[in-house]
C-alpha cells in the first residue's frame, strides 16, 4: 500500500481573501512543537500540532466567526490520499481544503472553471459590457461568499444573484432586499476587490460601484437603468 507524506492546503486568507496552496509533509511537524502556516501577506491560516504524530490538532482562523476552530484528525485520514474539507463549525460554510496536491487542485479549479462557462454562456462580446471585469467581480463576489462575507441583515445566507450586462443583482428571498454591484470598469473592480463583507439591507436596497458605494435604501439606482434579467445564480 502507498503512504503519502505529502499533502496541501489550499485556503483563503482570512485577512487579506487571497487563495493560496500551502506545501508540507508528515516531516513538517515535530512532537510538541506547533507548525504554523502563513499566507504571503504574514497572516496566519493554520496551525497544527500533534504529540505523537498519530492525531493532530489543527487551529484555522473563521473569517465567518471571528474565532479560531479547533479540529483534531487523525494521521490516518491526514495522510489517506483523500480530500479534507475544513468548514466553519456554526454555519458548514468551506473555508479551505487539505490533500494531495493534484485532487485539491482540481476541486479548487472546478469553481474557476464554472466561471468561466459562465462568462462563455453569453459570449465575451455579445452580452457583457465588459466580460473580463464582469469575470474578476464575480470571482470576487465568491471568494467573499466563500469566507462567510454575503449575508443579509435578516440572517439569511442564501443569496440569489442576477446577471446583467453591466452588474450583478443580490436578492435575498426572505426579505426582498436587494444590493446592486456594478461590473464595467477598472474602478468597479477595485472597489469589490476593497469589500470584506457585502451584508444586505432588510427590506432594504443599496448600491456598490465605482461612483457611489453608499446608496442606501432608495427604489432604485439614478445613475444606471434596469435592464431585463437574463440569468439566476446562487452563491
Known amino acids: 500500500m502507498r503512504i503519502d507524506t505529502n499533502a496541501v492546503l489550499a485556503m483563503r486568507c482570512p485577512e487579506c481573501g487571497k487563495m493560496e496552496y ?26 497544527v500540532s500533534t504529540k505523537n504524530l498519530n492525531s493532530y490538532w489543527l487551529q484555522l482562523p473563521c473569517v465567518v466567526c471571528e474565532t479560531k476552530h479547533l479540529l483534531e484528525l487523525s494521521g490516518k485520514s491526514l495522510w489517506s490520499g483523500k480530500v479534507i474539507s475544513l468548514s466553519c463549525q456554526e454555519t458548514d460554510l ?10 485539491v487542485s482540481e476541486m479548487t479549479a472546478n469553481y474557476e472553471e464554472e466561471l468561466e462557462a459562465l462568462v462563455k454562456e453569453f459570449g465575451y462580446d455579445s452580452y457583457f459590457h465588459n466580460s473580463k471585469i464582469m469575470y474578476e467581480v464575480l470571482n470576487c463576489l465568491h471568494g467573499i461568499a466563500e469566507r462567510g462575507g454575503l ?7 442564501k443569496i440569489e444573484v442576477d ?8 436578492q435575498c428571498k426572505k426579505c426582498d432586499s436587494i444590493n446592486i454591484i456594478y461590473a464595467e470598469t477598472e474602478d468597479d473592480l477595485k472597489v469589490i476587490q476593497q469589500v470584506e463583507t457585502i451584508e444586505l ?29 437574463r440569468k439566476r445564480s446562487k452563491t
Not at 94 to 103: C, D, F, M, V
Not at 151 to 157: A, I, M, S
Not at 201 to 224: Q, V, Y
Open 94 to 103: 468551506e473555508l479551505g481544503h487539505i490533500g494531495p496536491k493534484s485532487k
Open 151 to 157: 449575508y443579509c441583515q435578516c440572517g439569511n445566507y
Open 163 to 170: 446577471i446583467f450586462p453591466d452588474r450583478l443583482e443580490l
Open 201 to 229: 439591507a432588510r427590506h432594504g436596497f443599496k448600491c456598490l460601484d465605482s461612483l457611489s458605494n453608499t446608496c442606501l435604501d432608495g427604489l432604485s439606482n439614478p445613475g444606471k437603468p434596469k435592464k431585463a434579467r
Open 22 to 47: 500551502h506545501d508540507f509533509s508528515r516531516f513538517s511537524f515535530s512532537r510538541g512543537k506547533a507548525f504554523h502556516i502563513t499566507c504571503s501577506c504574514s497572516a496566519t491560516k493554520l496551525i
